[in-house]
């Protein structure tokens, strides 16, 4: 209770609005659009009158096309005012969009949005099985229109020591899979990835391909955890984990699988694909300034876009949610990577 900042509020994630920034264009479009009673789509037509917005996403990028106008009439979402603000300014969208881990495609982080640009992520069904006592296979269509769509303000960083904060949408996990009637013995959700080597050229190195992750069930239900199937109030682009990824901020990023296509309720602990491939990272990966990366820091993180660098803080100052979660566990077994 030493600085100002926890005597205003016991939430780590409570901090002061953001200050006026580049990302006001893309909040007042937001305003603007939902004032006029129009969605995303109105965005193309001012565009065209010349009343070019910074950020405003090109609605003729090829990336946007292939969804139809049902999934766009849905964004941008109406904001949920627990995560309106994370308490530091907004990526540029096209910062965090030319800056992608997406190693399906390739390891060049700057290359990810010009390849996945190619990539036809559609038509697209996503699984939901395993112990469940009503599996089923949904068409990303339809699961969109059956969720309650929301936007939500992350910080998000990776184990590399970069950071963003960006503008998912998307629906908590726990509304999906309250829809499929997990069975008492589901204890671990497992999520795995597209798989097309014929397409994907990251697909063709050793690498366990598809991209399989895992989470216990608590974590799986936590308000926190969120599928993401937006950001920056539009579709998510293919670099960004089209058509629907998992988003963990109190985690590592690669924890937070993209372009899922099979969600499976589990008893026993999932095998993920970074614990097999490497011995540097494994299953829980909860972010943890004291604990190091056996090869650089975890004290501080890089803002991508301003190149800040700041401290990193314990679950990524999201232990108002998850802590709890840990409690017992952690006598038992480390949970920091
Ligand atoms: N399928 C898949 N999901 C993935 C990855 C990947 O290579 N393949 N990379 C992960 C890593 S390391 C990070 S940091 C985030 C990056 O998400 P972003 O590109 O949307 O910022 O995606 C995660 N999800
Ligand atoms: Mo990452």
Redesign the pocket.
């Known amino acids: 209770m030493a600085t100002n900042r926890s005597r205003r509020s016991s939430r780590d994630w409570d901090l002061p609005d953001s200050e006026v920034t580049p990302e006001e264009a893309f909040e007042n479009r937001r305003e603007f659009l939902k004032t006029i009673g129009l969605g995303a789509a109105a965005a193309g037509g001012l565009a065209i009158a010349g009343l070019q917005l910074l950020n405003e996403p090109d609605p003729f990028d090829p990336r946007l096309l292939h969804f139809d106008k049902q999934r766009k009439d849905k964004y941008p979402a109406r904001r949920n005012p627990k995560f309106k603000d994370a308490g530091r300014k907004l990526t540029p969208e096209k910062i ?2 030319c ?7 390739t ?1 060049d ?1 700057e290359k ?1 949005h010009k390849l996945a640009k190619k990539y036809p992520f559609t038509p697209w069904k996503v699984e939901v099985g395993g112990l469940v006592d009503k599996p089923r296979t949904f068409d990303i269509d339809d699961l969109i229109k059956l969720m309650p769509l929301e936007e939500r303000v992350y910080r ?5 020591a ?1 950071a ?1 904060t ?1 503008p998912w949408t998307g629906f908590p996990l726990s509304a999906l899979l309250e829809k499929v009637s997990p069975k008492s013995s589901a204890r671990y959700v497992r999520f795995v ?2 798989l097309d080597k014929k397409r994907l050229p ?1 697909q063709s190195t050793s690498h366990p391909w ?2 399989f ?1 895992g989470l216990t069930m608590a974590e799986a239900m936590n308000e926190l955890t969120l599928l993401a199937t937006g ?1 920056y109030g539009h579709p ?1 682009p293919g ?3 089209a058509p629907i ?2 988003v963990l901020p109190w985690k ?9 296509v099979k969600i499976e309720l589990v008893a026993e602990r999932p095998k993920t ?2 614990s097999v491939a490497s011995t540097e990272y494994g299953f829980w990966a909860n972010i943890n300034p004291k604990v190091d990366h056996p090869r650089w820091s975890q004290a501080s993180e890089r803002l991508i876009g301003t190149g800040e660098q700041i401290p990193s803080r314990l679950y990524n100052g999201y232990g108002e949610w998850v802590a709890k979660m840990y409690a017992e566990v952690q006598k038992k077994e480390k949970i920091f990577y």
């Open positions: 965090a969009g800056y992608n881990n997406f190693y399906e495609f390891t982080k990810v998000f960083r990776c184990v590399e970069w963003m960006v990835s597209v990251g598809p991209y992750e950001i998510l670099q960004h984990g990824r998992l590592y990023g690669f924890k937070s699988a993209k372009s899922i694909l970074w």
